[in-house]
């Protein structure tokens, strides 16, 4: 029986508690639950239920769970098996929903309840036999990469001056010659090696066999004790005067080859993050602040929003903000993957980091710390590098099972050594071969070195991929599905023809001006801009609605006017009428089209529009790309059929989907699975989030809302459509990369410890193979580091984008 105390948001009665209170008791091994509405908490009393249903219960009945976010730096931490033990220490601790454990970053990423002490996390770390601190603190680190490495280096340098000169009666040896050492010379080169420099080794296996578990660091230790020991022992039995042959090199060899393979990793691991540290050195410490028409150099915590910043030629700009004054260009290449600078004048967004070009910029802060687009961006990444990927669950259940094993199978090849008759120094050097060349480590690191390496390129590239699973999915996919308006086309549109039924075109314009003001929808600024170009002045609409899927209307002097596309018209029961024929001809030419209609007092027509957008620059590259793939191509759009086909032919779609509702791209997606497809959803747009969310993967385009970006797995930076196959196209490369990985890791264990068992390796040969394995598997990760998005749009299609659809 366990008691444990939820905290509860959004009750305000005692029929909440209640409500609360049964919610819970019906959840299945939940014993008792009493719920106290003052303190918001629910105690309950239950025996081994899931967290997890405990939250959809309290959800259900309408009221929240609060949760919080954790992250954990993990010093100690070797190979797979403390990946493991890590993570079920944190599982254990009251309170902890779930936990992620990455080697490669050394961090532990938590989501638990409000409230929980940090302090019992770490506690549960230190009594797993490893360090843990908060990644928050404002405390720095004494043990930082560059001193962790540093330190690494001169323990690989002293550690191959004590190991070379026992290894050289071994290189006489191998030219013909004879020569030894003396035994209490071997002995002195041997002891700093085999307990200095393998100190950690002791330490670490001493944590794990208290935590009754095994790790990378208890197979070293045991293969280098028993190769000293056995040293020690025909040292000691060996007659007076004479020289017998010493494993002193065996133990100080192996010693020295699995620091230099840690050191050699930790480089290798550091050189996976570098896509984070290039983000974070992009945040500048202090701006210029001017206030009362003075400059005044302040700290980047001391801004506000609205403060005015002046940001001088070559300068970062410290926050995210709306240009005032001044013409530049800003070099946002680290940001969003664009290498040509984006010109920059008022008006014009900047963005946190981007650097400012030959102009003074007077800027207004728009978003600060934690919510400019760089910090979300550096979240992103972090979350990405943090998760774990479905494949990595394989490796979780194998590595659980390593250590033992692989004691297991040394214990078995001393004895059946001893039992063939061999004498107890070759069963006992066997037996260590296999310890020393077992590595959970290429295990452990196989999966989360190549996620970050692919993750960080294509950030560095403008393709931010938020989790692991949709870095695993998007390998796969089939079929891609595009939004057309702000997706394939430029979302900008014009208005190209307009028709009033009374003549009176500038009153249309006026009041279709009217019902748009304030409205961010494209289409609502192709009609504003005309109006702003022509001089209209534009009255005041009341009580404007959003009509879903159809339009807009309001109340403009006593009149109901609304507008909109077709459905508009058959919901009013109107007719197109004498404008039949201008809207057959208009949607023929791809024109989206929008109807102006009176409701009230007299329902009927009042003038048509039709809006002409212009297709993005990489749109035919990247349809004809996929294709190239054998990827399936399906535009997906709420506009007309005949402005959707338009697209399509110029582009090559030949699947289309038009005039269809927000709620409905959901569902012409889930069609799209349910035969048999794995579907990628591309769109900018809230319209687009359900389908975003449908699909398989959903890759939200740059520019576009915060909601359609929270709904997608992937969101590209900039609004180029050539970043979809590149997208899919590092997922591939990744993906590839983490089951090469896993390949090289289970193969090189599937055939080193046999060959160990069996005789056929000497144990400074499998001290180096172990340590060399993990350096292996991290250096192929990086290989991604250089991977490019393909540009393969040919001039033909560049310049037929540029019309106007």
């Known amino acids: 029986m366990t008691s444990i105390d939820l905290p509860i948001a959004g009750m305000t009665c005692a029929s909440c508690a209640g409500r609360v209170e049964r919610a819970l008791t019906q959840v299945p091994g939940v014993r008792s639950a009493s719920v106290n509405l003052a303190s918001e908490r629910a105690h309950l009393e239950l025996a081994d239920t899931p967290f997890e249903q405990l939250l959809q219960a309290v959800q259900n009945a309408g009221y929240q769970v609060p949760s919080d976010e954790l992250e954990l730096a993990i010093d100690g931490m070797t190979c797979a098996s403390c990946v493991g033990r890590v993570e079920r220490a944190l599982g254990k601790v009251a309170g902890v929903l779930s936990v992620t454990v990455n080697l490669a970053s050394e961090r532990a990423h938590l989501r638990l309840l409000a409230g929980v002490d940090p302090a019992s996390l770490l506690q549960a770390v230190q009594a797993a036999g490893y360090q843990g601190r908060l990644l928050d603190a404002e405390q720095p680190s004494a043990d930082s990469g560059e001193q962790r490495l540093r330190r690494e280096r001169w323990a690989v340098l002293l550690g191959l001056a004590l190991a070379l000169p026992l290894m050289a009666p071994m290189l006489v040896d191998w030219f013909g010659g004879h020569w030894m050492l003396p035994a209490w010379v071997q002995f002195l080169l041997a002891t700093p090696a085999q307990f200095v420099l393998g ?53 100080a060899v192996v010693i020295a080859l699995v620091l230099l393979g840690k050191y050699l990793e930790s480089r290798a691991k550091r050189q996976t993050t570098s896509a984070i540290r290039a983000l974070e050195a992009l945040r500048p410490e202090r701006a210029t602040r001017l206030r009362d028409g003075q400059e005044q150099d302040v700290a980047i915590a001391e801004l506000q929003l609205g403060d005015l910043l002046v940001v001088k030629p070559g300068e970062r700009f410290p926050v995210d903000g709306e240009v005032l004054e001044g013409q530049s260009h800003a070099d946002e290449a680290l940001i969003s993957g664009e290498s040509l600078p984006v010109a920059k004048a008022p008006g014009a967004p900047v963005t946190a980091g981007a650097i400012n070009g030959e102009g003074r910029l007077l800027v207004r802060t728009s978003a600060l710390g934690g919510e400019t687009v760089l910090a979300r961006i550096i979240r992103l990444v972090e979350d990405a590098q943090a998760a774990k990927a479905p494949i990595q669950k394989l490796v ?19 004895l059946v050594w001893l039992t063939l008759g061999a004498g107890l120094e070759t069963a006992l050097l066997n037996a260590v071969a296999v310890l020393v060349i077992a590595c959970p480590c290429a295990l452990g690191l196989a999966t989360p070195t190549a996620i970050m390496a692919g993750t960080g390129v294509a950030a560095k590239h403008g393709i931010l991929i938020k989790d692991a699973e949709a870095l695993e999915v998007a390998h796969a996919v089939s079929a891609v599905a595009f939004d057309k308006t702000g997706t394939l086309t430029s979302g900008s549109p014009r208005i190209a023809h307009l028709q009033a039924l009374d003549g009176d075109e500038a009153q249309l314009l006026q009041l279709a001006g009217a019902l748009q003001r304030g409205s961010e929808h494209p289409l609502s600024k192709a009609v504003l801009a005309a109006c702003a170009e022509r001089g209209l002045v534009l009255a005041e609409v009341r009580d404007s609605q959003a009509l879903a899927g159809r339009g807009i209307a ?62 993005k620059p990489g749109a035919a590259a990247a349809i004809a790309e996929l294709d190239a793939r054998g990827v399936s191509t399906h535009l997906i759009s709420g506009d007309n059929r005949g402005s959707a086909q338009a697209v399509a032919s110029v ?12 709620a409905d791209k959901a569902a012409t997606v889930a069609a799209l699975k349910a035969g048999g497809a794995v579907v990628a959803m591309v769109g900018d747009g809230i319209n687009d989030a359900p ?6 993967v959903g890759i939200a385009m740059g520019g576009g809302t915060d909601v359609a970006m929270h709904a997608a797995g992937i969101t590209l930076m900039r609004g180029d459509p050539r970043l979809v196959p590149a997208a899919l196209e590092i997922s591939r490369r990744t993906y590839a990369k983490i089951r090469q990985n896993l390949f090289w890791a289970f193969i090189y264990n599937l055939v080193g410890i046999p060959l160990a068992a069996c005789g056929l390796l000497d144990p400074m040969f499998a001290g180096a193979a172990m340590a060399f394995s993990s350096v292996s598997v991290v250096s192929n990760a990086l290989l991604l580091k250089r991977w490019k998005p393909h540009a393969n749009a040919d001039s033909a299609a560049q310049s037929e984008t540029r019309g106007a659809m």
């Open 554 to 615: 309001g109340t403009l002097a006593g009149r109901r006017l609304a507008l909109g596309n077709r459905r508009l018209l058959d919901d009013n029961g109107l007719q197109p009428g004498e404008l039949t024929a201008r809207a057959q001809a208009w949607e023929a030419e791809g024109r989206t089209l929008s109807w102006l209609l009176e409701q009230q007092p007299q329902p009927r027509v009042l003038g048509l529009f039709a809006f002409g957008d212009t297709l």
């Open 199 to 251: 100190a950690r080794f002791y330490r670490a296996a001493w944590r794990a066999l208290r935590a009754r578990t095994g790790n990378m660091d208890l197979l070293v230790a045991l293969g280098t004790s028993a190769a000293y020991g056995l040293s020690l022992y025909l040292w000691w039995q060996a007659p007076s005067g004479a020289m017998p042959h010493l494993y002193f090199e065996a133990a």
């Open 651 to 662: 582009l090559g779609i030949a699947d289309v989907h038009a005039e269809v509702l927000p």
């Open 691 to 696: 389908a975003l969310a449908a699909a398989d």
């Open 396 to 414: 979780d259940k194998v590595s659980a099972l390593f250590v033992p094993a692989v004691l297991a199978i040394a214990l078995l090849t001393l």
